[in-house]
């Protein structure tokens, strides 16, 4: 009976629309080496295969509505397929400036105004439920069953809230927890994207994309079985605003989840698969299946690196003036970036009085219209810092008025949740500042859902375990460890806001939390490092303008690494939780950044990446004496070829970077 199955299924690939009745359906990646098995006899259900591997055993989905479940007792209207489809996406200020996909795609049609559509890449699968009713939907819950058929182990982030508060309501920064799947904590709910190691150099990472009108995704698991949930904030039914930054924050939640629409899709759920570790952070799956473009145009959209106050507690000195928010510090910052062909200044918390939550007035020790002036007498552009309510709150007058002024764009912060509204307020924002051609750095933010596809004016999101962790953690938060994990697992789902370039920098030993004068984990070089690994169109130099001048050299270094305008990024080498190796093209150059854990190691480094001719190489490596003099480092000037290689020894809480230029 199972052969005569498989038989029909095969026979049906081939048709485009199928008649009502079939129980099982196969969708297959291009290259056909991921299944995904979806079952529709009685509830709506899916599993997913590799090479014949079990990945995800039949898995629950559906909607909870107020009267009904859908995806019980589901009957089937209709089945379309489409093979083959091929799209080039350009994506402007991404990892790629442009990339094709390929994939295959069946649209389910379920009685009762409701569907569900999987598409199979070579990269991974995905799934998104939708409904065609006439009427608006409340959404008591959705089915997101995730069921293991081994007990893998998993990565996860976990909700930074403890029990009993609300969990889903806070910065989405934490380390990565290791454990099974039976391990994972019951207390505790983690953010996406979580990655699963299946064995035998497998990984499945969950993401969403697409994510509008509705609120983000959270996982769970029950400490018994190889099955995790999803979990969704309710909807927020009262807001009150709170001290010190008039920040406005959930105090009573409804018993459902989302209202909405009856007519519409749903978030996109992805599981990213990789066959190897360096697959992972070049995924482009939360990219490609994210809403395009609708701001059109985007070439008035600047990305590039900042000098920023907030880290180093607008730490100048050896100055005549009172370092602050005033006039003379922010003169200094802007003389700094000008000076170091730096495109932007942020002027963090303190430009307006936060506790007002009054972002239209400027506090009167500042005259914003004369540094903007003379900002642009120099060639630099500055942004403005807001809390997410208080520019929502004031949106298109604030967008306006600071438009017409000239700064460039939002650093906005503390949304700090991912609940419906927050989401709406979002896709608010992003669009307002579009209109009035501004860009957006979301902190305190959720991961990236391919927004920035949607709305290029987002140029960099936080939801990351960044530098400004360094203030008030102990040694025992291993950054290290996360420095080669987070672009692993993180960086997955979009652009990062980690906000390095520490110039104090300090072994494990060393290491202490100085809020003042902070310093980094790890060595020089890894901070270096870092303006190459990561996915940063709009990257801070977080340390102050008197320390760069201290290291004009590494100052000059970091600000030689474009991070705008990249072609194409590659994974060289390396393994989660271990190493990574990431070099990006620009034009016929190549900018190639390395980091480790607390583990010393060497690597051999093959130019085998590059294309024909010689060129000139930068190097800037840990020192013989960087184990315990963490600043050390040695600057190196080579020339190499495709057939070159190079040995390159990395310290503990190591790294290296180097710039390759064609000669």
Known sequence: MTNIKSLCLCLLVALVCLPLGAADHLLKSPDGKLVVEIDTEGQLKYALKREGQLLLDKSLIGLVLE???????????????????????????????????????????????????????????????????KEGL??????????????YTTYMA????????????????????????????????????ITVDCGNEVKLTLMESDLEDYPGMFVKGDGKSTSLQGTFARYPTELKSFAPRAMKRVVERADYIAK??????YPWRIWAVSERDTEMPVNKLVYALASPNRIGDCSWIKTGKVAWDWWNDWGISGVDFKAGINMETYKCYIDFAADNHIEFVVLDEGWYDPGKGDMLTVIPELDLPELVRYGKSKGVDLILWAVFNVLDDQLE?????????????????????????????????????????LTLDLHGFYKPTGLNRTYPNIINFESVFGMEEMKWSSVQKDMMEYDVTMPYIRMMAGPVDYTPGAMRNASKKDFKDIYYNPMSQGTRCHQLAAYVVHDSPL?????????????????????????????????????????????????????????????????????????????????????????????????????????SEKKIRMASGGGFAMTVVKK
């Open 67 to 133: 009267d009904r479940v859908l995806g019980e007792n589901v009957k089937v209207r209709r089945v379309n397929r489409r093979s083959m489809v091929e799209e080039t996406i350009v994506s402007p200020h991404y990892r790629f400036s442009s990339f094709n996909v390929v994939y295959n795609e069946l649209d389910i049609q379920l009685k009762g105004n409701f569907g569900v559509i999987f598409r199979a890449y070579n990269e991974g699968i995905a799934y998104r439920l939708y409904t065609t009713a």
């Open 138 to 151: 409340t959404i008591r819950d959705e089915v997101v069953q995730m069921n293991f058929p081994k007990d």
């Open 158 to 193: 976990y909700s930074t809230v403890k029990p009993g508060k609300d969990q889903y309501a806070m910065a989405f920064q934490n380390l990565y927890t290791k454990s099974s799947v039976t391990g994972v904590k019951t207390d505790n709910i983690a953010f996406l994207p």
């Open 397 to 437: 007058a604030a967008c306006k008025k600071y438009s017409e002024m000239g700064i460039s764009g939002f650093k906005i912060d503390f949304l700090d949740r991912d609940d419906q509204t927050a989401v709406e307020m979002t896709y608010r924002i992003a669009e307002m500042a579009a209109k009035y051609k």
């Open 539 to 643: 990257t801070m130099l977080a340390d102050n303008p008197t320390a760069y001048k201290h290291e004009q050299e590494c100052t000059d270094f970091i600000v030689s690494i474009p991070n705008k305008n990249i072609e194409e990024t590659r994974v060289l080498q390396g393994k989660l939780g271990e190493s990574v190796v990431i070099a990006r093209k620009i034009g016929s150059s190549w900018y190639v950044g390395g980091m480790t854990d607390w583990t010393a190691r060497e690597i051999t480094l093959d130019f085998g990446f590059l294309g024909d001719g010689t060129y000139e190489v930068v190097l800037f490596r840990d020192g013989v004496n960087a184990d315990k003099q963490a600043e050390d480092y040695k600057k190196e000037i080579f020339t190499v070829t495709p057939d």
């Open 260 to 265: 909405t629409e009856g007519k519409r899709t």
